[in-house]
């Protein structure tokens, strides 16, 4: 069973989104990863970051955006609901 799943992502869509060369985008992918900012790798043959995400990190993500959701609802709702 895998812990990791993995996903990835054209080095050419994000230097077009950036307005930047591919060739700088991949220099800044670098670094993210060996800072440990960014889990992944660098497919340069097909031109591909390579990002991986543990299970237990996707699970913890969705959590947390449950509960900002969860937040968001109680703070819309604010002073509708009387104190019990």
Do not use: C
Not at 8 to 37: A, H
């Amino acid at each position: 069973v895998s812990t990791q799943s993995t996903w990835g992502i054209r080095i050419s869509f994000i230097s077009k989104e950036l307005n930047t060369k591919d060739q700088e985008v991949e220099e800044l992918l670098v670094g993210l990863i060996l800072d440990g900012k960014l889990s992944g790798h660098i497919d340069q043959v097909n031109g591909l970051l390579v990002v991986e995400t543990s299970k237990q990190q996707t699970r913890y993500d969705s959590l947390m955006k449950w509960a900002n959701q969860i937040g968001t609802i109680h703070s819309g709702l604010g002073g509708r609901i009387p104190s019990s």
